[in-house]
């Protein structure tokens, strides 16, 4: 070390020059800076979020897929005494030979057999196009949001959620019909199944579910 003002050679330990008098002035250490790993959380603050977000996304695929499983489950129970049974979507298409047989077994015309047969089949067909729909869409909702491209799609669970309420409005429907026509004797014949209550429940879930998540992330404009 060197003294500033005159150039004479000093020890680290000297404070005034003894050639000059100058002031000597000790720089102070630099503190190396403690380095961080690039790839940990601290140095990049999205990889939290990002880490959140997939477990969102993770979760709301898993209740895509939960519902698919549940589309092929009975939703309806049907007791008529003589003859009973639980049917899924899928099973109303064929159901007509079903309700042909009970028909008869109740006394029916043949006209009143086939005009049931008819509107049934027509309701049927109705029902398969709308649980395929259902189930693409829950495919392709469960598919974006365990990749991360489509995260948080609500198509599939706000069609599954309509046609639950479709449901279980029908089903209140036939049975009040069938105990006002039978004074009460066939109460409760037909009714939603646990399954169905499951669907509805779950859907809703997943509605909310996806819009809040939406909304904290930013997804939404």
């Known amino acids: 070390m060197f003294c500033a003002k005159c150039g004479k050679r000093l020890t680290a330990q000297t404070r005034f020059c003894p050639m000059c008098g100058n002031a000597i002035i000790t720089p102070i250490a630099q503190t190396k800076p403690i380095a961080v790993a690039s790839g940990s959380k601290a140095s990049n603050p999205t990889c939290a979020v990002s880490a959140k977000m997939k477990k969102a996304c993770q979760l709301a695929g898993a209740m895509d897929v939960a519902l698919v499983v549940l589309l092929f489950l009975p939703w309806v129970n049907v007791n008529l005494g003589i003859w009973s049974g639980s ?8 159901a007509g030979d079903k309700v042909r047989t009970m028909l008869s077994y109740l006394g029916s015309s043949s006209s009143d057999i086939a005009g049931m047969q008819q509107g049934l089949g027509a309701f049927s067909v109705v029902l398969v196009v709308l649980w395929l729909v259902a189930a693409v869409l829950l495919v392709r909702n469960a598919y974006g949001s ?18 639950a309420v479709a449901m279980v409005a029908i089903c209140f429907f036939a049975d009040y019909v069938i105990r006002e026509e039978s004074y009460g004797m066939l109460s409760g014949a037909v009714a939603a ?12 879930v997943l509605l909310f579910y996806s819009g809040y998540q939406s909304a904290s992330f930013g997804l939404k404009e």
């Not at 365990?146 to 046609?163: D, Q």
Request: proline share 5%; glycine share 8%; with cysteine.
């Open 193 to 204: 199944s646990p399954w169905l209550w499951m669907v509805l429940a779950l859907s809703l």
């Open 87 to 94: 049917f899924s979507l899928l099973d109303f298409a064929s």
């Open 146 to 163: 365990f990749t991360g491209k489509a995260p948080f799609a609500s198509g599939g669970a706000a069609t599954i959620c309509s046609m």
